[in-house]
């Protein structure tokens, strides 16, 4: 196909490069015979609009010419200047495939050969996509929108490049339809959030939810994420997605006033693209605020590769968003090449185990340990573990054995539309505070009816409580772990706990135990008589010979009734003990013991039993603070039957 443009009328040519306008190559192809073939090439060049703002249009304009002849001179075929930067080349179907890879390698190459400013030169290239063999029966219009889907591909693998357009993947057209319709689908509101829930996995309480979107397609319904997220990385539209799901989560989260989940801490992924942007953080701050949401409850996921690329960035990024209360995580950790290094740098507060990970590393004992020795070094560097991907009771049972009760995975639930959502969370937060009261009022069980403590022994009776109609457990005394009570220790899921309780001693021998917590790495005891004539809660870190701990407290008097109370907090390591709602001992740089084994009531293996009354003992999984503690015991006393100490 010669280049007809000399014999071309006026009105089908391109006034500036002399090449044939859009008109003429329309003009051209209806002439063609129908029972030919074509391959088609178009070729857009690359910063075009960025040479044109810099150094203005009379420019652009000297290279669109310059950039003509480099066209026609090497393709030597029916070339056309469709407007703006593209151009589209027709070839004779006697070309082979590498005769055409050649001609457009040749370009891609000679653009830094044409006689041009070099400074502009190195701003611009070609970006060019080649359909092959199309029949001339065809629209030219379909032949155009091939090979024009086929140049998009190649800008979006880096530019300066060129595509052959495949005819059976679809994919190219796809990404193309998408990015025509994403800007209108985000105003028509068919991005929607839905909410995964993560839930703990030994109370089966809800714990969080993680937020994901959907496009909810008029034509093609639900698109999940993987169907263009990867585009929206690529082309920018991501940080619009990803401040529209948060300002969504922000939304529904103020319509919860009220529920038992309102506080629950949602998380959302962040892309890699907010890194730069250092209002990020603010920005964030802004649109809570506007809701009323804290950002407490508010938790930013980022992937686990981003902070391998760009770790200085992410390290700014982290201690900002934290500074400003949010919560963060590392999402898919075990993904990729995780940076152990740099855990120790990053003050995440939790981390999210990869659903690959998981179902690749525990068919193995290797496997396993990994992971076991992953989730230990997280809780040791004070992080939360997440668990993503969990899909059966066998891995419950090994995750949670390994120290990390949060899920998220289909076991539980996939991630549901807000109602649904809302529907799941009501039914799986009845208990959102994790505390268990045990009365010892007249039977062993929790007043929530889901635990049942054990006799073991006897001489136990119940007699006058702290309540005019209330009653106490008494405890006769004995030899060691002898006449106790057991409660489930699936009661204690958290690392930090906060314990009440009551307790009037009748005899006071030193070293024995009201309550006596045994853990897989020590043990907590609260002792009523230590050092002397002292109470102490003790902590026992059985991992170093020299690991104990005491919070002292005040003497305890036979036959007076103590508010005794003990909070640990695993974060800070603190561990303190109340007396009658008052701070009595605080320990600081206390290790953190794991995977509760046994709580006792009224004993120990090494000491001889208590004797006395407990009553209205109440495990919290969290660290009370002094405020709390104070007012709890305030609550108790200001009750009109109560009966004094
Ligand atoms: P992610 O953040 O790691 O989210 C968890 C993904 O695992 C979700 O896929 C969820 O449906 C899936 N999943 C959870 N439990 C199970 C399970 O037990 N088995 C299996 N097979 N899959 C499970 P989804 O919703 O398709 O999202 C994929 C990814 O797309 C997300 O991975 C996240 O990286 C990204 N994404 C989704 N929505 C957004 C968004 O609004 N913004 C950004 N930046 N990324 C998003
Ligand atoms: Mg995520
Ligand atoms: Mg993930």
């Known amino acids: 196909m010669e280049n007809k443009s000399n014999s071309q009328n006026l009105a089908s040519l391109d006034y500036l490069t002399g090449l044939v306008n859009r008109r003429g190559i329309y003009e051209y192809y209806s002439n063609l015979d129908k029972d030919k073939h074509i391959h088609a090439m178009f070729i857009d060049i690359d910063n075009f609009k960025r040479v044109n703002d810099i150094y203005g249009h009379s420019i652009g304009d000297k290279l669109l010419v310059c950039i003509s002849q480099l066209i026609s001179e090497h393709t030597n075929s029916f070339a056309a200047r469709m407007g703006g930067d ?251 090449f995780s940076a152990l290094n740099l855990l120790k740098d990053l003050p995440v507060d939790t981390i999210k185990l990869d659903r690959e990970f998981l179902h690749v590393s525990s068919n193995t004992v290797r496997g396993k340990k990994v992971i076991r020795n992953v989730i230990s070094m997280c809780r040791d560097l004070k992080m939360d573990v997440v668990t993503e991907g969990i899909e059966t009771k066998e891995q419950i049972d090994f995750i949670t054995s390994c120290g990390c009760p949060i899920a998220q995975g289909y076991f539980y639930s996939p991630p549901l539309p807000v109602k649904e959502f809302e529907d799941f969370a009501e039914e799986y937060s009845k208990n959102p505070h994790l505390s268990h009261n045990f009365r010892l009022n007249g039977s062993l069980a929790s007043e929530d009816g889901l635990f049942e403590g054990q006799f073991v022994g006897e001489g136990f009776e119940y007699r006058q409580g702290i309540f005019k109609e209330s009653k106490a457990l008494y405890f006769p005394g004995g030899a060691f772990e002898e006449n106790n009570v057991l409660l489930p220790e699936t009661v204690l899921v958290n690392d930090s706990f906060t314990i009440s309780m009551w307790l009037k001693p009748e005899a006071l021998h030193s070293w024995t135990c009201a309550a006596y917590i045994k853990y897989e790495t020590g043990f907590c005891a609260i002792v009523p008589q230590a050092w002397e004539g002292v109470s102490s809660t003790r902590v026992r870190d059985s991992r170093d010979i020299n690991g104990w701990y005491d919070a002292s407290g005040a003497p305890l008097q036979v036959g007076a009734w103590y508010h005794y109370v003990v909070t640990y907090n ?49 495990i919290y999984n969290e660290a009370k603070d002094y405020d709390f503690v104070h007012e709890l015991h305030r609550r108790y006393t200001d009750r009109e039957n109560f009966l004094g100490f």
């Open 86 to 336: 593209e151009y589209v080349v027709l070839f004779d179907a006697h070309h082979s495939e590498e005769a055409i890879v050649d001609i457009s390698e040749k370009m891609l190459a000679g653009m830094q050969n044409i006689n041009f400013r070099k400074d502009i030169l190195s701003l611009v290239s070609l970006s060019i996509g080649i359909v092959m063999n199309q029949s001339v029966t065809q629209q030219l219009d379909d032949i155009l929108a091939k090979c024009d889907a086929a140049m998009y591909q190649a800008k979006y693998d880096g530019k300066n490049r060129y595509t052959i357009y495949k005819e059976y993947d679809k994919t190219i057209e796809i990404n193309r339809n998408i990015e025509l319709e994403m800007e209108d689908a985000l105003k028509n509101g068919e991005f929607q959030v839905y909410f995964q829930p993560k839930v703990n996995m030994i109370t089966s309480d809800l714990y969080g939810a993680e937020a994901l979107s959907r496009w909810v397609h008029p034509v093609d319904g639900v698109r999940p994420p993987m169907a263009y997220i990867p585009l929206f990385e690529k082309n920018g539209f991501i940080s619009k997605l990803d401040m529209h799901v948060y300002e969504e989560v922000c939304r529904i989260k103020s319509t919860w006033v009220g529920k038992t989940y309102e506080h629950i801490p949602v998380s959302v992924n962040m892309s890699r693209l907010h890194l730069y942007d250092r209002l990020f953080p603010e920005t964030l701050l802004k649109i809570a605020y506007a809701h009323g949401i804290s950002p407490k409850e508010l938790e930013i996921e980022i992937t686990e590769s981003v902070f391998i690329k760009d770790s200085t960035e992410m390290i700014l990024m982290v201690n900002r968003l934290r500074k400003y209360g949010f919560l963060v995580s590392i999402d898919d950790f075990g993904s990729g």
């Open 570 to 618: 695993a974060k800070n390591e603190t561990l303190i003990a109340f007396i009658n709602g008052e701070v009595v001992g605080i320990v600081e740089n206390v290790p953190t013991n794991r995977y509760a084994k046994q709580i006792r009531l009224g004993g120990d293996p090494y000491q001889p039993s208590y004797q006395g009354c407990i009553t209205e003992i109440v």
